[in-house]
């Protein structure tokens, strides 16, 4: 796409000096140009700013850690910052506000257009995918979609969204925005439709035991598709692992396993790992110390009757329980002895410390479905790094397009770094393994690749007679190699 210049500043120009992100801005200007989307947002605004370089500087400015749109165009509105960063274009805040709105009502017509764009430049051979969800804190009870729910281990105002990324290459290209107040069960039902439209058939979808609801996953195989997911150990767990432990099987250092493949095949395995009953364990034992503590402060001596307000708190623990109607407390298990935390730290980690469950909808090895799950941690990364990379942070906007437009450019700034990851050749090291030394193909983390794209700038300078002098700031290894990608270098 040819990017029309509106005017030239130059004899506008003061003498002031800047510092422009020119890693980032080439990274973003990169992606955008692969996927195709100038041309692709150049067909919904036809007049003033072309919709496509606002989105531009919208991830440019997402990348660089900063979350205010305010801010965004305070750091644009410099003559010397048109000619630089938006190609002489003037982008007010409102400009971005309407961008915002414009994405979100162009919501699902652009994640058409980025899947569309993935599948040309990378073409898989499957469409196996992992997904996750996630909330971000809002300030502002007038907000589209802000209730009060549980996250970040709290009860806070929030909006929610699930993501959806490609398993090989590892690219996000889904995103959708929920309630707040939405539970799991709720935000996958709404959510995995949608994506088996994307996917071909056969394709495996991975998630956690938010996913794990029988109509969901049903709704998954009556498609033509398969699942794998985790799912709670319960009673009848512990009696299947005990009439079934015979079979138990080593995997790896400190796994083992126990596997059952019902008639249409759907397969449970039970996994013990030595590592996860240690952390169990740990777990337990600090939460059954911090109960005991908690309790402690609340008698304040032995014999009186804890402050309702202290008890509920914390809530019930296997110390003692209450009554929030009548406040009454019953005594389970006496804080004062010293025997006590030990008893309720068993309570706490339960027979089953250490095992977790796997269903898969169709046959896997153990170790393949073991190390297929274990790879989910690509999407919690993922997730993780939107909200550190990308910047989403909490949002303070309240219409739902807007809120959805936010979410939207967070996806792009990510999904470019992540392109630009995908294409790095990256080296191989050596790793101890299960006792062996084993080569692994190693490539830098996106939050190191934009903080080494973000670190390469260019200084711009402006003489009194209007000439401008750039200097090139700050190259490293990595920005060196991803500059090589955007420039067509490799190989």
């Known amino acids: 796409m040819t990017k029309p210049i509106a005017t030239k500043v130059v004899d506008t120009i003061g003498s002031d000096n800047i510092a422009i992100p020119y890693g980032l801005i080439r990274t973003v200007r990169w992606g955008m140009d692969r996927l195709g989307l100038y041309d692709f947002f150049s067909d919904f605004k036809s007049k003033g700013v072309p919709l496509g370089i606002v989105v531009e500087v919208m991830c440019v400015h997402l990348l660089e850690g900063g979350s205010s749109m305010s801010a965004c165009s305070r750091d644009l509105s410099s003559p010397l910052a048109k000619v630089e960063r938006t190609y002489g274009w003037g982008i007010s805040y409102q400009t971005i506000k309407r961008g915002l709105d414009d994405l979100g009502l162009y919501f699902e017509e652009t994640l058409d257009a980025i899947w569309d764009g993935i599948l040309r430049l990378y ?22 979609g802000a209730a009060v729910g549980y996250g970040g281990n709290g009860v806070q105002n929030q909006i929610q969204f699930v993501v959806a990324m490609l398993m090989n290459p590892g690219l996000p290209f889904k995103i959708e925005v929920y309630p707040g107040n939405w539970n799991d069960p709720m935000q996958y039902s709404d959510f995995i439709p949608q994506l088996m439209l994307f996917l071909k058939k056969g394709s495996m979808i991975v998630m956690d035991n938010g996913g794990a609801d029988k109509n969901i996953l049903s709704e998954i195989t009556d498609s033509n598709m398969r699942y794998l997911t985790r ?5 009848s767990d512990r ?10 099987v080593y995997l790896e250092r400190g796994v083992g396993c126990i596997r059952r493949i019902a008639k249409n095949g759907k397969t449970t395995y039970w996994f013990f790992s030595v590592d996860k009953y240690i952390r169990s364990r740990l777990t337990a034992e600090r939460n059954a110390q911090i109960a005991a503590d908690r309790l402690k402060a609340s008698l304040k001596k032995k014999g009186n009757p804890p402050k309702q307000t202290n008890l509920l708190s914390f809530g019930n623990t296997e110390f003692y329980e209450t009554s929030i109607q009548e406040y009454e407390y019953q005594t389970k298990i006496d804080v004062w002895s010293e025997e006590a935390v030990e008893q309720v730290a068993d309570l706490f980690a339960g027979s089953m410390c250490g095992w977790f469950k796997l269903e898969s909808s169709h046959q896997m090895e153990p170790l393949v479905a073991l190390h297929t799950y274990r790879r989910r941690n690509d999407v919690e990364e993922l997730i993780k790094s939107i909200k550190n990379v990308a910047s989403l942070k909490p949002l303070r906007v309240w219409s739902s397009d807007t809120v959805r437009g936010s979410m939207l450019v967070s996806l792009l700034a990510q999904l470019f770094v992540c392109m630009l990851r995908e294409e790095l050749p990256g080296d191989f090291v050596t790793k101890m393994i299960d006792g062996k030394m084993v080569k692994r193909l190693h490539k830098p983390s996106t939050e190191t690749i934009a903080r080494s794209m973000g670190h390469l700038t260019v200084a711009v300078s402006v003489d009194r007679i209007g000439r401008i002098s750039r200097v090139l700031c700050n190259s490293e290894d990595v920005s060196k190699q991803c500059m090589d990608i955007i420039e067509g270098k490799k190989g």
């Not at 051979?125 to 969800?133: L, N, S, W």
């Not at 799912?231 to 009673?235: L, Q, Y």
Request: no cysteine; proline share 5%; hydrophobic share 30%.
């Open 231 to 235: 799912k709670e150990v319960n009673k």
């Open 123 to 144: 073409a898989p051979e499957k469409t196996d995918v992992y997904i996750d969800g996630s909330h971000v804190p809002v300030s502002g009870s007038k907000m589209s």
């Open 239 to 248: 009696t299947a692992v005990k009439e079934l432990m015979e079979s138990m």
